[in-house]
């Protein structure tokens, strides 16, 4: 309700100096003196029909596990006002609940209001906002802890004892002490579209480790996944997502390329460079990290006769690099001589890729 000044004559002369006759000075200081009344009482009329509202943050009555009522004070200020709360597990709130009115009347409100699916055993920040032509009003921040256990929680884990039809999921529950059930999403999408039956974690307070064997997968397709906790009275908590790729069957022959430096030496000892990449095909789906597992063997050799070899590690990017050395020529003739060695890699392969061989090269020596 709007605060209203209500006008009135002024008196005369006579109301306030009753008996006797004011003088003319005494008249314009009792006019003087009317005037500054009347226009503190248009001012304070104003005033208070032109004040933002005042707000005080009350307390969390009939605190559930899910529900909570938060009340607060609201002074409309003779406006009309509205209000809502903002509450969330953190300072940063994030929630609101609906805007109502307080009405615009000048006496302090009691105020409340519900929130709803709230997850059981968290810590909530709330607060009062108020609202009316003239500004806004915001109350302090205070805290309550909903009841019952906390929700579980879930940790998604490794895709372990992957096949080219099968796979098994793993994961880490904490059950925050009660009875909690889990299942794993997956599907060749982040939609997922099939779940693991649900298994059953009893309550506690130590994390459980979880497993999920998968049968029966296409090959050499890759699958998304994450894990879910679910406690009967909260919302599901869900860990992180993740993928895996089952082995493609038959394994896809990749190329592989090879340069050896220098080409000819004419000094013992003799160290050559070789380095190249494993390049799959380019329609393939699998990432580097899964195709480029194993090692690149290189041999110096002559014929079907080694010289010498060595094992490099091929990268995630699927380069490798690695030198063979021969301390003096081979075989036995003048020391003058030229000889040619051809340089070979293999490429061992691994679950996604068959294995492969580069490009014969030759080099000199002499």
Same mark, same amino acid.
């Given at each position: 309700?709007?605060?209203?000044?209500?006008? *009135?004559?002024?008196?005369?002369?006579?109301?306030?100096?009753?008996?006797?006759?004011? @003088?003319?000075?005494?008249?314009?200081?009792?006019?003087?003196?009317?005037?500054?009344?009347?226009?503190? =009482?248009?001012?304070?009329?104003?005033?208070?029909?032109?004040? @933002?509202?005042?707000?005080?943050?009350?307390?969390?009555?009939?605190?559930?596990?899910?529900?909570?009522?938060?009340? =607060?004070?609201?002074?409309?200020?003779?406006?009309?006002?509205?209000?809502?709360?903002?509450?969330?597990?953190?300072?940063?709130?994030? *929630?609101?609940?609906?805007?109502?009115?307080?009405?615009?009347?000048?006496?302090?409100?009691?105020?409340?209001?519900?929130?709803?699916?709230?997850?059981?055993?968290?810590?909530?920040?709330?607060?009062?906002?108020?609202?009316?032509?003239?500004?806004?009003?915001?109350?302090?921040?205070?805290?309550?802890?909903?009841?019952?256990?906390?929700?579980?929680?879930? *940790?998604?884990?490794?895709?372990?004892?992957?096949?080219?039809? @099968?796979? !098994?999921?793993?994961?880490?529950?904490?059950? +925050?002490?009660?009875?909690?059930?889990?299942?794993?999403?997956?599907?060749?999408?982040?939609?997922?579209?099939?779940?693991?039956?649900?298994?059953?974690?009893?309550?506690?307070?130590?994390?459980?480790?979880?497993?999920? +064997?998968?049968?029966?997968?296409?090959?050499?397709?890759?699958?998304?996944?994450?894990?879910?906790?679910?406690?009967?009275?909260?919302?599901? &908590?869900?860990?992180?997502?993740?993928?895996?790729?089952?082995?493609?069957?038959?394994?896809?022959?990749?190329?592989? !390329?090879?340069?050896?430096?220098?080409? =000819?030496?004419?000094?013992?000892?003799?160290?050559?460079?070789?380095?190249?990449?494993?390049?799959?095909?380019?329609?393939?789906?699998?990432?580097?990290?899964?195709?480029?597992?194993?090692?690149? +063997?290189?041999?110096?050799?002559?014929?079907?006769? !080694?010289?010498?070899?060595?094992? &490099?590690?091929?990268?995630?990017?699927?380069?490798?690099?690695?030198?063979?050395?021969?301390?003096?020529?081979?075989?036995?003739?003048?020391?003058?001589?030229?000889?040619?060695?051809?340089?070979?890699?293999?490429?061992?392969?691994?679950?996604?890729?068959?294995?492969?061989? =580069?490009?014969?090269? *030759?080099?000199?020596?002499?």
């Amino acid at each position: 309700m709007r605060t209203r000044v209500k006008a *009135t004559a002024a008196p005369s002369a006579a109301t306030i100096f009753p008996g006797r006759k004011p @003088s003319n000075k005494t008249k314009r200081l009792a006019v003087a003196a009317m005037t500054a009344v009347a226009l503190l =009482a248009v001012c304070v009329g104003a005033a208070l029909a032109s004040a @933002s509202p005042t707000v005080s943050t009350g307390g969390a009555t009939d605190v559930g596990d899910n529900s909570a009522v938060l009340e =607060a004070s609201i002074v409309p200020a003779a406006s009309p006002t509205t209000y809502f709360f903002q509450y969330g597990p953190t300072a940063a709130l994030g *929630t609101q609940s609906a805007t109502t009115s307080a009405g615009a009347g000048a006496a302090s409100e009691a105020v409340r209001a519900t929130v709803i699916g709230i997850s059981p055993g968290t810590i909530y920040y709330y607060r009062i906002e108020a609202s009316n032509s003239s500004g806004t009003a915001t109350g302090a921040t205070k805290t309550f802890l909903s009841g019952g256990n906390p929700p579980p929680g879930a *940790t998604t884990g490794a895709a372990e004892s992957v096949t080219a039809d @099968s796979v !098994t999921l793993t994961g880490v529950i904490n059950p +925050q002490n009660q009875t909690t059930s889990y299942y794993f999403n997956y599907g060749p999408t982040s939609a997922y579209g099939l779940e693991t039956a649900a298994g059953t974690v009893p309550a506690g307070t130590v994390p459980v480790t979880v497993t999920a +064997q998968i049968p029966g997968l296409e090959q050499g397709l890759t699958f998304q996944y994450e894990l879910v906790a679910v406690h009967s009275d909260a919302v599901p &908590a869900s860990g992180a997502d993740a993928s895996f790729e089952t082995f493609p069957s038959p394994a896809p022959k990749p190329d592989v !390329t090879s340069s050896t430096t220098p080409r =000819a030496i004419h000094r013992a000892p003799y160290t050559f460079l070789t380095s190249g990449r494993i390049i799959t095909n380019p329609a393939s789906s699998t990432p580097a990290s899964l195709a480029c597992v194993g090692t690149a +063997q290189i041999t110096l050799g002559d014929g079907h006769k !080694t010289l010498a070899k060595v094992l &490099a590690p091929v990268q995630p990017n699927c380069t490798y690099a690695g030198s063979v050395t021969l301390r003096h020529l081979p075989g036995h003739g003048a020391k003058g001589r030229v000889v040619r060695l051809g340089v070979y890699v293999h490429f061992s392969g691994g679950d996604y890729l068959a294995p492969a061989g =580069a490009k014969k090269a *030759t080099v000199r020596l002499g």
